[in-house]
């Protein structure tokens, strides 16, 4: 869940039709038509990144008239679908994986089950992913993928390039070969395996 409290602006004077902003807009809300940026207000979650990255220093956040919350209800669906989806991915459904926006691994499964089939649109409808743009795209693609949904990053875009390996995927080879350097993978498989697993709190809306 996001308060949206920025809209980018463009000064089309000082708009190069670059397209650097479009790259990297993580909803994708900005588009270059004529040579000139424009974007979609409705769709701008005021992350920020097109106007620190426009080499032009054409776009400034200016503060929205009102705010727009943006957030899915995770009561609107079936929980236990959303309980699974989270487990399979190896998220605690209550776990934060936006720490931006203090989003749950739960409201990303619920995004997923109403429809959201890329990292763009479900940045879209909870607002992860608009904070530092870094964090949370793993769960976010870890999500996508139990569901059955491998999206393709963006054709041209700078938001995102692909899942990493999970410490799960890790060879056996490469832990000993570290175990060696003081890492110690199997421990840390452990204690993720039991937050994932981990029972639900008591839920307020159950
Ligand atoms: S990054 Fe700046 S100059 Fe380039 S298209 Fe966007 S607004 Fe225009
Ligand atoms: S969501 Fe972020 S990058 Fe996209 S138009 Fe709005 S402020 Fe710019």
Redesign the pocket.
């Known amino acids: 869940m996001k308060v949206v409290n920025l809209l980018a602006l463009?000064?089309r004077e000082?708009?190069?039709?670059?397209?650097?902003?479009?790259r990297?807009c993580p909803v994708l809300a900005?588009k270059?038509v004529d040579?000139?940026?424009v974007v979609d207000a409705e769709k701008c979650r005021g992350c920020a990144a097109?106007e620190q990255?426009?080499?032009?220093?054409?776009?400034s956040m200016v503060k929205r008239e009102e705010p727009v919350v943006v957030s899915v209800e995770v009561s609107a669906v079936d929980y236990t679908k959303v309980e699974e989806l989270c487990r399979r991915a190896k998220l605690h459904p209550e776990q934060i994986i936006c720490y931006c926006t203090a989003t749950r691994a739960e409201e990303v499964a619920a995004a997923i089950l109403q429809g959201a089939s890329s990292p763009e649109d479900i940045s879209l409808r909870t607002g992860v992913r608009t904070g530092c743009k870094v964090e949370c795209i793993q769960p976010i693609l870890r999500l996508l993928e139990v569901a059955g949904i491998k999206p393709e990053p963006p054709k041209g875009g700078w938001q995102w390039y692909g899942r990493t390996p999970t410490v799960w995927e890790i060879p056996d080879e490469v832990k000993k070969k570290y175990a060696r350097r003081g890492f110690y993978f199997d421990e840390d498989i452990k204690l993720l395996d039991r937050v994932a697993t981990a029972p639900l709190q008591e839920r307020s809306d159950s």
């Open positions: 463009v000064d000082k708009c190069r039709g670059c397209k650097t902003c479009e990297v900005i270059v040579r000139k940026a097109c990255r426009c080499p032009y220093y054409a776009i």
